[in-house]
């Protein structure tokens, strides 16, 4: 059976935009092969955090994980701070990074950009990233267009390695899901949906209620033609709308304009905003009963104790291939 890994930073709300995009792909992918989702809690430190709010978003992506249907009999679902060998193994991988490399990482360029005292971290963090995944033997990484440049890094650092000290690496296969791997903001459509908008009537948090659900997609920007038509290119918003339409329901983008013939965007947008804040409440009920149990810090607990028994194995094998630490004889 492959390995897949994935990592979500808790830097705030899960966005439907993140849901559709990755959390929503996992649940299928859970059955068919060995997964392991992470909440990569040392990536969000890259910028000041404040440590109250980001123990909350650490628990609370942990809920969400569970509440979108991840089984966590099947998967191994655990925090990145609590398993040591990710730390160790970013410091490793670091050691085989180049400086050039990793100031072309376009994340970087753009968080650094007019900034003074810019975090050495924020430099550095691709290598630990590549550690997340490489300590897993990971086949296959499920991401959005926007990390790919960061997984190419990752294929680039595990061939380095394996070139030059010995050859345990699994190189990842990058997927970006062909269907919603994009959903794009509520206010302009030509940008991703984002919880670090400032507008935020842009995106749909996966703990808005029903009634926030249905202002937002109300106001979303479409265009003045009023048909609802799939044309990604000339037609930016209302294509957005009819994309979620459409993975959330399995209807077609031609059986949706076939049932909204003849009708403006108010019946559309008024008939997905009840789909969408429909999807959306089992998982909002499923959240917050795992906010207010044990049960949550119990799967948390068995998951570092997978986590820690992969990592720390692959961890040895990276001190052994480098030459750190001693070589003792069997007696």
Not at 3 to 26: D, K
Not at 131 to 152: F, R, S, W
Not at 180 to 195: C, E, H, N, T, V
């Amino acid at each position: 059976m492959k390995t897949i890994f994935s990592g979500i930073q808790p830097s705030g709300t899960i966005t439907l935009g993140n849901y559709i995009g990755a959390m929503r792909q996992f649940v299928d992918l859970q059955n068919d092969y060995n997964c392991y989702f992470c909440v990569v809690d040392q990536h969000a430190i890259t910028m000041p955090q404040d440590r109250l709010e980001l123990r909350k978003n650490i628990k609370s992506l942990a809920a969400m994980y569970i509440a979108v249907g991840l089984d966590p009999e099947k998967v191994t679902l655990f925090i990145q701070s609590e398993v040591p060998a990710h730390a160790q193994a970013g410091w490793m991988l670091q050691c085989v990074s180049y400086i050039g490399e990793l100031e072309r990482m376009t994340q970087f360029k753009d968080k650094s950009s007019g900034k003074d005292g810019v975090s050495a971290g924020l430099l550095t963090y691709p290598p630990l990233m590549a550690a997340d995944i490489l300590l897993y033997q990971t086949d296959i990484v499920p991401v959005g267009e926007d990390q790919k440049q960061h997984l190419e890094l990752t294929r680039d650092l595990a061939e380095r390695f394996n070139r030059k000290y010995n050859d345990i690496f699994t190189i990842p296969e990058v997927r970006i899901p062909k269907t919603g791997a994009r959903i794009m903001s509520l206010q302009d459509p030509l940008k991703k949906m984002s919880k670090s908008d400032a507008n935020k009537k842009s995106f749909i948090s996966m703990l808005d209620e029903p009634s926030q659900i249905v202002k937002k997609i109300k106001s979303a920007v479409t265009d003045s033609e009023g048909i609802v038509k799939y044309d990604k290119e000339n037609k930016p918003g209302i294509s957005n709308l009819m994309s979620i339409y459409s993975i959330l329901t399995g209807k077609s983008l031609t059986e949706i304009e076939e049932t909204y013939e003849g009708k403006g965007y108010g019946d559309f947008k008024g008939e997905l905003a009840e789909i969408v804040a429909g999807h959306i409440k089992p998982i909002q009920d499923r959240y917050y009963e795992l906010m207010d149990s044990e049960e949550l810090d119990d799967i948390l607990d068995l998951g570092a104790e997978k986590a820690n028994f992969a990592a720390g194995k692959m961890v040895k094998k990276m001190e052994t291939a480098m030459g750190l630490g001693r070589k003792r004889k069997k007696k």
